[in-house]
Nanobody, 115 residues
Framework: QVQLVESGGGLVQTGGSLRLSCAASGIILRINPMGWYRQAPGKQRELVATITSGGRITYADSVSGRFTISRDNAKNTMYLQMNSLKPEDTAVYYC?????????WGQGTQVTVSS
């Protein structure tokens, strides 16, 4: 059974930083495409950053230069380092892994950036 458990969300002031973690079990992250998505109240879920099994990384324009996606293969964990946070980054953040036959999602972690 695949489980993705996010952590690291919280309340931070504008300009602050947070690091989100996504710990995986039942699936090997390094051989599957994965990423972070977010959903703000009243809005659709949107892509934040992705990383392929080969290490190719993409970012949404809105976070490029401020956020960094990475993974630790030994810990089977993916991270999202978020710097220079803005109020518009407030959302529930979800990790996502594309398995061979199914897409898996974590339960989400709330990030709130106060102005």
């Amino acid at each position: 059974q695949v489980q993705l458990v996010e952590s690291g969300g919280g309340l931070v002031q504008t300009g602050g930083s947070l690091r989100l973690s996504c710990a995986a079990s039942g699936i090997i992250l390094r051989i599957n495409p994965m990423g972070w998505y977010r959903q703000a109240p009243g809005k659709q879920r949107e892509l934040v950053a992705t990383i392929t099994s080969g290490g190719r990384i993409t970012y949404a324009d809105s976070v490029s230069g401020r956020f960094t996606i990475s993974r630790d293969n030994a810990k089977n964990t993916m991270y999202l380092q978020m710097n220079s946070l803005k109020p518009e980054d407030t959302a529930v953040y979800y990790c996502n892994v594309q398995g061979r036959y199914e897409v898996y999602w974590g339960q989400g972690t709330q990030v709130t950036v106060s102005s």
